[in-house]
């Protein structure tokens, strides 16, 4: 069952084509890596999925909704789209309380989620005062507090130590195993070799490949498999 659906998706910002006409789906249950050069459209399209930007024509779906008019889309749909989102002069743990209270969330949660991202001892710190790997986790712990059964990540692995990315890939397996649905765009592709079960590539806001991570690899590696939709569509 598809879950998210790009429909004829294309987003201009004048004269910058970000996305062309993509069409793809999300399948259930499944871990979906969106992968693509610096530039090829991923966040672009993302932000559209999430309404954060307006497409020009076509259609980026959740269950067949837009997200803008979700019921209560924080417990919906989790998303790490960027780490600009806090108040650097609040605390983590005040920062997800406050987000927690604007989406109907009790506020035990958000001790929670910071242990579940192992900021527990930052959690008063001021987020001005956060690495950029403690970001990347409290916009993780923003993305899960309202137990979404859909994740979008916009590289959430960004900024984060070996421990932090082992971390991820074991939290990632989990909620898969729990039936959560997860599209995720990473430039990590050895690490998207192993985590990930269906693989989008887009290049210059186009679909290049699309398929199951067996059988768009096939015996080789998904940076050979990368590499080849790249040049083949340049
Ligand atoms: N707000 C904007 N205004 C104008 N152009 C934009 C805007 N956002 C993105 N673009 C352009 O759209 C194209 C796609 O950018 P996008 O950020 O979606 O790529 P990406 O695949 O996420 O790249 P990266 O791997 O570097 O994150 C680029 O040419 C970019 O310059
Ligand atoms: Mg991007």
Redesign the pocket.
Known sequence: MSIIAFQGLT?A??D????KDLTANVEAGRITGFL????????????CLLSL?TPTSGTALIRGAKYQDLVNPMKEVGAVIETGGFNPSLSGLKNLRIIAASAGIGDGRALEVLELVDLTDARNKKVKQYSLGMKQRLSLATAILGEPEILVL??PANGLDPIGIAWLRDFLKKLTANGHSILI?S?QLAEMQNTVDDVLI?HK?RLVTEGTMANVVGSGTLEEAFIRSVEASA
């Open positions: 987003k910002y004048k910058v084509v970000a996305v693509g050069p610096n530039g090829a459209g991923k966040s672009t399209a993302l932000k930007a916009d590289e765009s430039h887009i806001g």
